[in-house]
């Protein structure tokens, strides 16, 4: 089994910066995509950005709403996933969920993904 854990949520203020880790443990699988999602109550989940590996090269993508804002990285293990977000609005504000899967799948799919971390909530106030 593998396991995602997100942490570095919280509460900021608009204009301010946060950055989300997601660790994973567990089952050695070696993962191709890696992404972030988001959710508000009652909206589904969102994608954010995601990272896809093929051989030694990788791609990055975003959502328009956080291009420029946000950036993913991740360790070179890829053991770590990392979510820096900067200039944060209201419209930020969710449950921000980490995602991982073997293979290379549609990155802003949520169903396309395998495993998902439990969730960490950010808060963005005006």
């Known amino acids: 089994q593998v396991h995602l854990v997100e942490s570095g949520g919280g509460l900021v203020e608009a204009g301010g910066s946060l950055r989300l880790s997601c660790a994973r443990s567990?089952?050695?699988?070696?993962?191709?995509?890696m992404g972030w999602f988001r959710q508000v109550p009652g909206k589904e989940r969102e994608f954010v950005s995601a990272?896809?590996?093929?051989?030694?090269?990788?791609?990055?993508y975003y959502a328009d709403s956080v291009k420029g804002r946000f950036t993913c990285s991740s360790d070179n293990a890829k053991n770590t996933l990392f979510l820096q977000m900067r200039s944060l609005k209201p419209d930020d504000t969710g449950a921000y969920y980490c995602?991982?899967?073997?293979?290379?799948?549609?990155?802003?799919?949520?169903?396309?993904?395998?495993?998902w971390g439990q969730g960490a909530q950010v808060i963005v106030s005006s």
């Open positions: 990272i896809l590996w093929s051989g030694r090269s990788r791609s990055t």
């Open positions: 995602a991982a899967s073997r293979g290379i799948v549609r990155a802003d799919n949520p169903d396309s993904y395998e495993y």
């Open positions: 567990g089952r050695s699988d070696s993962f191709d995509t």
